[in-house]
């Protein structure tokens, strides 16, 4: 599983961070102890770094920076599934909550405006609801 070192990307101050990518709007880090996590917002929207969360493309201003793509390439990659409009649990959080999806522990929702946006963890990962983000299988705890 190719893995980009924390140190390299300069991005990340905290594990369980959300950063934007600095050259694609659409885009963000999700940091972790040593490694970071690509992830890709639905079609029609971008990564809103005030909001932290994948918002519609009329609410982001995009300015892509520059970062070399040799970093970005070896990135773990994880793209959205959808947008679920009917996940309860999103009701009343605030915007860029992560919140474990309890029917399948690969997987997890960010609360956004239009709904629950249903990510998929890289493989040999899940997400852990208590760390809030994707760990490997055997440190994982699932749940909500």
Known sequence: ????????LKLCKNTGDLVPNPINCKQFFMCRTGRTILFT???NTLFNPRTLA???????????GDIPTSILTSSLKALPANIEHTVTACINQPVATLL?????????????????????CPAGTLFDAYRKMCVERD????GT
């Open 1 to 8: 599983m190719p893995q980009v070192s924390v140190d390299e």
């Open 41 to 43: 917002c639905p079609d």
């Open 54 to 64: 994948c918002d519609s493309t009329n609410k982001v201003r995009c300015e892509p």
């Open 100 to 120: 474990a999806n309890t029917a399948d522990c690969s997987r997890f929702y960010q609360c956004s405006i239009t709904g629950a946006i249903n990510f998929q």
């Open 139 to 142: 440190v994982a705890i699932c």
